[in-house]
């Protein structure tokens, strides 16, 4: 039997004496696909950060069979694709230039794309909605346009394992269901592994795969089902109001 894409096992998560992670445990598999929900404090970045080996945390973590800690950073991108909540190149570029940074740990940074690369290029932009948009640049499109562009990116890179923090942050409600729409299809279409981490519950209807919903030190694991959303659409607006 295939190790899974991502063993976690007992993990746990300290600032200071504060426990934000206590003992989880859980494994993905690939092709495979797992929502991490939870409001804002219940430990999810706090997973995440773990996860690409950015604070310290003790239990254990491995990717394909590999302990996280054994991983070359180096080596780590060809695994795990990341995109993060917040995004800044610095600099501008075209569409097309941002999605063939994905394409670049394939081969020398100033060599020229190969075709194989052209072609993985292409398709992420076609799926990620943003055929005729290759040569505008980023400050010229839209906020959803360019977090599409970033996803595209992540798509072009074709690492076995992608982690998605939470990629519909500030887009509007049209943006939104087109981006977990897209993911949603590429995901069943592709042989890859997904962590999407996000606060949209409801987006997450239609999704085949596992959640995680973590709150209070506690984390509550079940598949997708509209039991489990509904549940965790409930728990999420109960804490609002305590709030």
Excluded at 47 to 60: E, F, H, M, T, V
Excluded at 61 to 79: A, K, M, W
Excluded at 115 to 143: N, T
Excluded at 158 to 185: G, M, Q
């Amino acid at each position: 039997m295939a190790d899974p894409a991502l063993a976690v096992a007992d993990l746990q998560v300290r600032y200071g004496s504060k426990k934000v992670l206590d003992n989880l445990s859980f494994k993905l598999d690939r092709p495979g696909f797992l929502g991490v929900l939870g409001r804002n404090g219940s430990g999810k970045s706090s997973l995440l950060k773990a996860l690409n080996r950015d604070i310290s945390y003790s239990g254990s973590i491995s990717y394909l069979g590999r302990p996280l800690n054994t991983i070359d950073i180096s080596e780590l991108s060809g695994l795990v694709s990341y995109l993060p909540q917040k995004l800044n190149l610095g600099i501008n570029m075209t569409v097309k230039e941002l999605v063939g940074f994905g394409r670049i740990r394939y081969r020398h940074f100033f060599s020229k794309e190969r075709p194989e690369d052209r072609e993985r290029i292409d398709v992420a932009i076609e799926r990620c909605g943003l055929r005729g948009f290759e040569d505008q640049y980023l400050d010229k499109i839209s906020g959803g346009e360019r977090q599409l562009a970033w996803l595209a990116q992540i798509i072009a890179q074709d690492a076995p394992i992608i982690i998605l923090d939470e990629p519909t942050l500030n887009l509007d409600l049209h943006n939104r269901k087109f981006v977990f729409d897209t993911i949603r299809r590429f995901y069943e279409e592709e042989d890859k592994a997904i962590i999407l981490v996000t606060h949209e519950v409801e987006y997450l209807r239609g999704f085949r795969g596992k959640g995680i919903f973590l709150s209070d030190n506690e984390a509550v694991q079940d598949d997708l089902t509209e039991k489990f959303i509904s549940s965790c659409r409930e728990k999420m607006e109960q804490k609002s109001i305590a709030q």
